[in-house]
């Protein structure tokens, strides 16, 4: 299994531009979800998924969106990047009976918004 | 709103010290409460604690809580340069907060030779 994997792990974008994070699981997990992690904040949860076709807000959403259409993978999407988007962004999943605790982290990816 | 807080932030330590960090929470009908072990890269999952008063235990990694005074420990004995990381202290709720971790701002340990 290649587990939790992402791409791409560094990015540089200009304010307004779009772009889309990738996050992918071969582990048949159910919940997948996605924080990122600012220099003295911890990590929060900006949305997350308890399976295919079903999302929800975490503790900051706003200006990203995210879709499920398979169980496998869960893109976060940036609609015009600002530089406060500047971040490492973690994708976890977690397994069914786990229900959302034991998550495993994909390696992250490093955005600058310039 | 559930809420997280560790302390102390940051550690420095030398190799051989035992170290307690501590957690304290605030959640909606609290069903877990996890530690994870940040070094450069992703968190690693430690512990995930459900019930008060029951050790857990990794070779020199240890962690207990206490849902009655809303706080967690986790202890490092013998320390090695290796256990330098952040240390991160999430907790989940069940209801309305169902599988949604909120995180404390971590540790820093710093382990020196």
């Known amino acids: 299994n290649a587990g939790v994997t992402q791409t791409p792990k560094f990015q540089v974008l200009k304010t307004g531009q779009s772009m889309t994070l990738q996050c992918a699981q071969d582990?048949?997990?159910?919940?997948m979800s996605w924080y990122r992690q600012d220099p003295g904040m911890g990590l929060r949860l900006i949305h997350y998924?308890?399976?295919?076709?079903?999302?929800d807000q975490g503790e900051v959403p706003n200006g990203y969106n995210v879709s499920r259409s398979t169980t496998e993978d869960f893109p976060l999407r940036l609609l015009s990047a600002a530089p406060s988007q500047t971040s490492v962004y973690f994708c976890?999943?977690?397994?069914?009976?786990?229900?959302?605790?034991?998550?495993?982290f994909g390696p992250g990816t490093r955005l600058t918004v310039l | 709103e559930d809420k997280v807080v560790q302390s102390p932030l940051s550690l420095v330590v030398h190799e051989g010290d035992t170290v307690t960090l501590n957690c304290s929470y605030e959640?909606?009908?609290?069903?877990?409460l996890l530690w994870y072990k940040q070094e450069k890269k992703a968190p690693t999952f430690l512990f995930m604690l459900?019930?008060?008063?029951i050790e857990k235990k990794s070779g020199r990694l240890s962690s207990i809580l206490d849902k009655k005074e809303l706080f967690s420990i986790l202890n490092i004995t013998a320390t090695q340069t290796g256990d330098s990381a952040v240390y991160l202290c999430?907790?989940?709720?069940?209801?309305?907060?169902?599988?949604?971790?909120?995180f404390g701002k971590g540790t820093l340990l710093t382990v020196n030779p």
């Open positions: 459900t019930s008060s008063g």
């Open positions: 582990m048949n997990h159910e919940y």
């Open positions: 959640v909606t009908n609290f069903r877990s």
């Open positions: 976890a999943s977690s397994p069914p009976q786990a229900r959302g605790d034991t998550q495993y």
């Open positions: 998924s308890v399976g295919a076709g079903i999302t």
């Open positions: 999430a907790v989940q709720g069940s209801g309305g907060s169902n599988y949604k971790l909120t």
